[in-house]
């Protein structure tokens, strides 16, 4: 397996953990999924910004710096 593919097989395991997470707990702040254990920020912005741009996720501005991170009505 090739570098590329190895970070595309990470990206997709680090998709499918914060999907299974918004699931359980519901909306979070991207502060909160930064501090999961499992991954690391890079990993959590990286795949916050692939599912919103699938439209798996949607992100909205809370307060100033803060950002809620929910599923849209498809991957719910």
């Known amino acids: 397996m090739n570098m590329l593919q190895e970070a595309n097989n990470i990206m997709s395991a680090s998709e499918r953990r914060l999907l299974e997470v918004l699931r359980e ?7 909160n999924l930064c501090a999961l254990p499992d991954l690391g920020w890079a990993q959590v912005l990286l795949a916050v ?4 741009r699938s439209h798996d996720v949607a992100i909205e501005l809370i ?3 803060e950002y809620r991170v929910s599923l849209t009505g498809a991957s719910a």
């Open 25 to 31: 707990k519901g909306p979070q702040t991207l502060e």
């Open 49 to 52: 910004d692939h599912l919103s």
């Open 63 to 65: 307060a100033p710096c």
